[in-house]
């Protein structure tokens, strides 16, 4: 079985602070990753995706990732936070074929202006 | 940008009670599924469903739990005999295709059980 781990439950920053985001996964197979995003009240918003190719993926609102095969890793970054982007962030994968996504805890992150 | 769309935005239910959970997925996706967040914890998926059948579904999918597809543009999730352990959120989600397509949620369906 899959499972997903994000080892941050909040992350507090400043403005123009660097933020990185942890996700580490389990599964024996070829998977497809995501970071999903929720701001306050509203639904989840796909930030940016990893199916093959270039392991450093760029998404939208200046996110970017990087899938570290060796590491089973896939974290999160920006260079500089806004304070529009405090929200709760979802790291998930899916394995090739399946259906089902698997979802981490989430890291609530708050910046403050 | 089309939308997956949930009704009602929030449920009140009496325990014992059932409730039917609606979505409108994005009109040219063919997989559609549910997943649910008790508070404080992940989201955990329930069920997909393609081609008028589940093609997998969680341990958490019991009898209690039933979807179906009752027209073109509609999913619903059925709960019977409503527990106080079945109040979480209630997201629909809906994609292309299975695995390499991401999916797409709506704002959720937010289940109290009373």
């Known amino acids: 079985a899959q499972s997903v781990s994000q080892h941050n439950h909040h992350v507090i920053l400043s403005e123009a602070a660097s933020l990185e985001l942890g996700c580490n996964y389990s599964?024996?197979?070829?998977?497809?990753l995501f970071w999903y995003v929720q701001y306050p009240g509203q639904h989840l918003q796909l930030l940016l995706k990893?199916?093959?190719?270039?392991?450093l993926v760029k998404g939208i609102k200046g996110f970017e990732a990087e899938f570290i095969k060796s590491k089973f890793s896939f974290n999160l970054r920006k260079p500089s936070v806004q304070w529009s982007d405090t929200a709760e962030y979802f790291c998930?994968?899916?394995?090739?074929?399946?259906?089902?996504?698997?979802f981490g805890g989430g890291t609530r992150l708050m910046v403050k202006p | 940008e089309p939308e997956v769309t949930q009704t009602p935005s929030h449920q009140v239910t009496q325990m014992g009670q059932e409730v039917i959970l609606r979505c409108v997925p994005i009109?040219?996706?063919?997989?559609f599924y549910w997943y649910r967040q008790i508070l404080g914890q992940k989201v955990e998926f329930l069920v997909s469903?393609?081609?008028?059948?589940?093609?997998?579904k969680s341990e958490i999918f019991d009898d209690q739990f039933s979807v179906e597809r009752p027209d073109g543009s509609n999913f619903t999730l059925k709960i019977r005999s409503t527990k106080l352990e079945d109040s979480a959120m209630y997201f629909c989600?809906?994609?292309?295709?299975?695995?390499?397509?991401?999916?797409?949620f709506g704002d959720g369906t937010r289940l109290s059980i009373l």
């Open positions: 998930a994968v899916i394995n090739n074929a399946g259906n089902m996504l698997t």
């Open positions: 469903f393609y081609n008028n059948e589940i093609s997998e």
């Open positions: 990893y199916f093959s190719g270039d392991p």
């Open positions: 009109s040219n996706h063919l997989y």
């Open positions: 989600a809906s994609s292309g295709s299975a695995g390499n397509q991401p999916q797409h």
């Open positions: 599964y024996g197979g070829t998977v497809n």
